[in-house]
């Protein structure tokens, strides 16, 4: 850091003798902040925004800021916006008592008058690390309060712990001695790892939105198209959240629904939901936005379609050359397929060229994900059309390649699959979304499966000639196209343990659609009998074991998906996993904890277990993975110039 450090110049401005006020204009964020709390008053312009976001890096405010945010606006107040990290606007701050004064005006101007208009008052007081924090009536169970709260969102993470210790210190301790217990917190933090990792997710979220194709097509030479007029066609759980997304960005959108029952159920959900996000945000609900209509005809002058009907290539080609001969030319034709081939819908229209996957995650208008999925023949103006109107929508969105799954539902099935191997060999699905639910993810493979509903995979499989009745019995149940195969999802669906929605999958509900998951003791002795029937002996499974079969599968895939050139670099993996599977922002991604590991250490346990799994291919290291340790493991960012390499070699 070059110029004066922080803290000092600090002091000596709050110890100054003349009235100082901070002139506050646009962002005051971290030592912004924390240097305007060193002045004995503070102006903010209307449309300053001010906060300590420092937690959402995995560090704390160090200059201060968790010493006098709260001596000056109280111990929860200090606690919300420090443990959260969260911007208030000016309004905000001065209801919350952190500025004095709010103008729409020459900030300065108005800073200088008002100096002139105190220089008479004692100072005294106006210094915050000479009082004390206004005392709250419990101070211990308002921090035990507190420490549950960040240690149950924060899900591992340990810069929100820290926080609420450093402000813990505020409040009981002088402030010299505050400051040294927020010095020595913040030394912990640095040391963690996981500071790095929130900063790398800091910068690669950004770096996404410089997507490339294989092409040479990029960000940068590619002019989005402007969009006026959306549509949607099928109005189920995707395509209702799509639509208020949509709308949400004050696009008109036309939804298409073909019985007129389906269409009247959709609109009042899409009114409610667009109502409620209303509230929420403290703005009024944009419901004449959005036109409902039985004919597909009613999207003729739309600019953009997105397609969200089942998940059925038969019917999806249907609607794609029914949508070639209705829409005006030049119109957008995306798919919100999961994982069907984009290039084989794009052949269904003459200008396969205008065709790209929208993949959201649902529900749609509140996960940050968006895959945009190129096809081999989607336009360069396309691409770039549907990554703008993603970020529009305040998506993350991550341009990828076509291919089975694309880049998330691709890694996602090794990680499945291993899980249900990991129950064949002795685990169970709480001990399995035990370990994963440990190590940071917001929810175990199980219960996101139970929550996603069974029957999903089930029908994919069923295409795939992977599964059919009858098939999960007999010799060959645990073997299908020479690897090893489970069953246990397909004997689970047979009975018609669909998760959730049914009140049982992997665990047990209290009612169908209920939320709170028990163990099904069911499902044990289900595990027990199916191991012996198959002659498999359970062992003790460690929650090590779990993570490594599990996550290092993952990353394998992602090595392979590097060396496909399916996603551009490790960032894309990795915000995919962030913003749309619920992989521990602190652990910074898969691709990037794979780095943390240490390569070597991931190759090695991958050998070990391919040789343990000989029937389980993607065990096999992939070779982008080898090269990289055999180049010495270079760090993330330089990861890419490997990848070429591979890559100019296929
Ligand atoms: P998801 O959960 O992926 O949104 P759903 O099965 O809930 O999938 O929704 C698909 C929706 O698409 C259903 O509401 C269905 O009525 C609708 N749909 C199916 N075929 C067509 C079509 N040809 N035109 C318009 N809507 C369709």
């Known amino acids: 850091m070059s110029g004066p450090p922080l803290v000092p110049m600090i002091h000596a401005i709050e110890a100054a003798e003349k009235p100082v006020v901070a002139a506050i204009e646009g962002l005051a964020l971290g030592g912004g902040l924390e240097l305007a709390l060193g002045c004995h008053y503070r102006i903010a312009h209307s449309k300053a925004r001010l906060g300590l976001p420092e937690v959402s890096l995995g560090l704390l405010p160090a200059a201060g800021g968790t010493q006098r945010l709260p001596r000056l606006i109280g111990v929860p107040a200090a606690l919300d916006l420090i443990t959260t990290g969260r911007h208030v606007t000016a309004a905000e701050a001065l209801k919350l008592g952190i500025v004095d004064q709010v103008t729409d005006h020459n900030t300065v101007d108005a800073a200088v008058k008002f100096a002139l208009s105190v220089r008479e008052h004692s100072l005294n007081a106006r210094r915050i690390s000479n009082n004390l924090c206004p005392p709250p009536s419990d101070l211990d169970a308002l921090f035990e309060g507190a420490m549950q709260k960040v240690r149950q969102t924060a899900r591992g993470a340990v810069a929100p712990v820290a926080c609420v210790q450093a402000v813990r210190a505020a ?13 020595e917190l913040m030394a912990t933090l640095f040391t963690s790892g996981q500071a790095r990792a929130l900063q790398y997710c800091f910068f690669a979220q950004r770096a996404v939105g410089r997507w490339s194709m294989p092409s040479g097509a990029r960000w940068d030479t590619s002019k989005p198209r402007p969009i006026h007029k959306a549509a949607v066609i099928g109005l189920g759980t995707m395509g209702r959240g799509i639509t208020v997304a949509l709308a949400q960005t004050g696009l008109s959108v036309v939804a298409v629904e073909t019985q007129e029952k389906q269409l009247m159920e959709a609109k009042q959900a899409v009114s409610g939901m667009l109502k409620r996000g209303a509230k929420r945000r403290g703005v009024a609900p944009v419901l004449d936005l959005v036109s409902y209509n039985c004919n597909l005809q009613a999207v003729a002058d739309a600019d953009l379609v997105i397609e969200a009907v089942f998940e059925d290539m038969d019917l999806k080609k249907k609607v794609f050359q029914q949508l070639s001969a209705v829409c005006k030319p030049g119109t957008l034709l995306c798919t919100n397929t999961s994982a069907l081939d984009i290039d084989h819908l794009a052949s269904q229209t003459p200008n396969p060229e205008l065709v790209v996957g929208m993949h959201f995650f649902a529900p749609a208008h509140v996960m940050k994900l968006l895959e945009v999925v190129y096809g081999s023949r989607s336009s360069p103006q396309v691409v770039a059309t549907a990554m703008q ?95 090893r195969y489970s069953p246990l999802a397909d004997l689970l669906c047979e009975q018609d343990r669909f998760g959730q929605k049914t009140g049982m999958g992997w665990y047990q509900y209290d009612k169908p659609g209920g939320r709170v998951s028990r163990p099904d003791p069911w499902l044990h002795s289900f595990l027990e009998e199916y191991r012996a029937r198959h002659g498999l002996v359970a062992r003790r499974i ?67 277990y391919h040789q343990a799994h000989p029937d389980v291919p993607y065990l096999q290291p992939c070779n982008l993975l080898r090269r990289l340790v055999a180049s010495g493991s270079p760090p993330i960012h330089r990861w890419r110039e490997v990848i070429k390499k591979v890559r100019s070699q296929l």
């Open 171 to 183: 409040a009981t301790m002088p402030y010299t001695q505050g400051m040294e217990r927020e010095k």
């Open 389 to 483: 109107l993603g970020k529009k929508m305040g998506k993350v969105s991550v341009a990828v390649g076509n291919c089975r799954g694309f880049v998330g539902n691709r890694m996602l099935k090794p990680y499945m699959e291993h899980a249900f191997f990991l129950l064949e060999d002795g685990a169970t699905p709480e001990l399995v979304d035990q370990a994963l639910e440990e190590f940071g993810f917001a929810m175990g493979v199980f219960r996101m499966s139970d929550l996603s509903g069974l029957d999903v995979g089930w029908r994919v499989r069923k295409e795939d000639g992977l599964a059919h009745p009858g098939m999960a019995l007999g010799q060959a149940a645990r073997v299908r196209q020479g690897r």
């Open 542 to 608: 460690d929650h090590q074991e779990v993570l490594e079969r599990c996550l290092y599968t993952m990353i394998n895939e992602g090595f392979r998906i590097l060396e496909d050139g399916i996603a551009a670099g490790p960032e894309d993996i990795d915000m995919i996993y962030v913003f749309g599977y619920g992989w521990p922002r602190h652990r910074g991604g898969p691709m990037f904890y794979a780095g943390m590991v240490g390569l070597e250490r991931v190759l090695e346990r991958l050998e070990h």
